[in-house]
C-alpha cells in the first residue's frame, strides 16, 4: 500500500480556497478597472462615431464613457452645442474633414463648442440627448440639436436601437426623475413585457446590473484601445486588432438613384406628405380648402404630445428640432397638390415646435438635388448649407436663453 504523497506546489495552488479567492479577487479587480476606465475618455481623434465606435462592428459606448467624451471635449465657459439626431445630422456622405459640423464651429466662433453625437438611424431623443440631459447640472449654457422628417418619426423616450443606451445613463444614475417619461415609459415596459417577453425585461436587468459591476466599460475600453475579442467583416485590419486603429472613412454616397431604391423612396416621401399634416394638427385638421392663416395648437397637436414624452420640461427650451425636407428629387416627382401640401406641413410642424416652446427650423426646402447624395442625406454642399442656415438660429436660441455675454449681444 502506498503512503500518500504530500501535496506539491501545483496542488496547492489549485486547491479549493487559493482558486476561489483569485475569482473573487479577479472578478472585483474587473469591476474596479471598469469603474476607473468609465471615468476616462476612450475615444482619441475624434470627430463623430463612424462604423468603428459603433454598434455597427459590435462596439456598444456606454453613456458613462460619452459623457466623459463630452466633459472632455467641451468648455463650461463657453456654450456648448451638442448635436444629436440621426445619420443626417451625423454627416453621412460627408467625409471627416468636411463634415458639416465642422463647418458650424467655424460659422459659430470660439465662444461656442459643437461636439457631433449624432448616430446612425437614431431617433429625436436617441443617445446624443441622453448625454445632453445627463450633462445639464454641469453646463449651464447648453443647446441640444436633433432631427425629425421622413426617416425617423417621434419614437419613444427610451429609443430602440439605442435602448440599452438609455437604461445604461438611467441606472447609473445619470438622469433625473420625470414623472411624464417615467410613467410612459412604465405602461410601454408593461405592454413590451407581454409581447416580447423576456427579451424586454432581459435589457433592462443587463443595464441594471452593469450600473453596480461596470462591466460594459472595461470591455468596451479593452475593444476600442487594446484588443477585440469580437469578429465582423468589416474589420478588416484583423480579429484582433483595437477598434481605435480604424479611421473615420465616410465619404460621398454613390448617387445613382437606382430603381428599387427609388421606389422605396417614393413611397416613404409620398407617406410623410400624407401623414405630416395630421400628426401636426391631429384632429382638427380642415380640409385644404379652409387653412388659410390656420395656425396650429400645440396642446392638440399629436407630433408635440409624442416629443413631450420624451423630452423633459427643462430640456425643451434649449433643444433645437430641425424640422428636414426630403431631397428634391423625390419631392418633386409628387403630384402638385401632394407637393404644397408636402412643404406647407413641414413648415407647420416647425411652427407648432417652436409655439411649444422648442427651438425649431425647417431645413433643407430650397437645397438643391447636388445637396444630396440620396433621399435623405446631405452631400458636403449641403452640409455647407445646412451649417448656414443653423448657426444664426443657435446664435438666437442662444440670447434668448441668457447664454452670451454683453459683448457678444
Known sequence: ????RPPGLLDRAVSTWPLLAGVVFA???CCLAGRLVSQRNPYKWFTRFHRYVHPETHVYPTASQVRSLARQRLDPKKVAVIVGGNSILHGVGQRVQHVWTRRLQKLLGDDYC???????SAE???FGAIVAEALDGEYRKMIFLTAFGSGKGTGTPDGTLYRYFYYDALYKGMLP?????DAHLAALNE????????????LRRGRHLDSALYFEDLWTT???KWFNTTWSPLLVAGVTAPHLVYADIGGPLEVSHPPAERERARRIVRGFAESLGPLVFGPSLPPRGQRKGLRPDPTQSPLVRDLETCFPAPTRRRTLILVTHDSPFYVNELAPAAREEYAWAVAKAAEVLEAAGYGALDVCGDFAVRDFDDQLHLSESGGNKLADRVAPKIRAMARRLGYLGQKEE
Not at 405592454?191 to 432581459?202: L, Q
Open 124 to 126: 429625436p431623443a436617441e
Open 27 to 29: 472578478f472585483l479587480g
Open 222 to 224: 479593452c475593444t476600442l
Open 1 to 4: 500500500m502506498k503512503e500518500p
Open 114 to 120: 459643437v461636439l457631433n453625437l449624432a448616430v446612425f
Open 191 to 202: 405592454e413590451r413585457t407581454k409581447t416580447e417577453g423576456e427579451k424586454s425585461v432581459e
Open 177 to 181: 426623475a420625470d414623472a411624464q417619461r
